[in-house]
Each structure stands twice: as C-alpha cells, then as structure tokens.
C-alpha cells in the first residue's frame, strides 16, 4: 500500500470516528493532532484532504474547519 493510500484510509477513518456526515462541519485540529501522534507529516494529510476537496468530498472551511459535502468514500 502506498503511503498517499495509507494516509487516505487513516484520514477517513479518522472522519468517520468524528462522525463526519453531509453538511457537517469538523475542526481540522480535531483531525490532525491524532493523525500526527500517529505519524503522518501535515504534507501527506493535506494531499488528501485536497484530493477529498477536489472530489467534491469535503471543502475547507473559514476557522480551520472542514465542511462535509457528500458521504465519505468506502
């Protein structure tokens, strides 16, 4: 598995123990700080969160917010 793959599955498991719905909104520390703990640099967590942004998963909001627009992928 690659490390983008890796980091893709942590990051939308991690919205999902958020409970990560459409139309909610999720602090994006709230998602980070674990995802750090764990490992993963803020480069590989924002290239998926950039690439969720671009398929229309989610946007980034004001106040380092993540707003959910669509369900999370499988």
């Not at 942590?10 to 958020?18: D, E, G, P, S």
């Given at each position: 598995?690659?490390?983008f793959a890796e980091t893709e599955t942590?990051?939308?498991?991690?919205?999902?123990?958020?409970k990560a719905a459409p139309e909610v909104s999720i602090n994006l520390s709230d998602l980070g700080g674990p995802m750090h703990a764990a490992g993963f640099t803020q480069d590989e967590i924002k290239a998926v969160l950039e690439a969720l942004e671009q398929d229309k998963i989610l946007s980034f909001g004001p106040g380092n917010r993540l707003l959910i627009l669509n369900d999370l992928p499988d």
């Open positions: 598995m690659s490390r942590t990051v939308i498991a991690r919205l999902r123990a958020l």
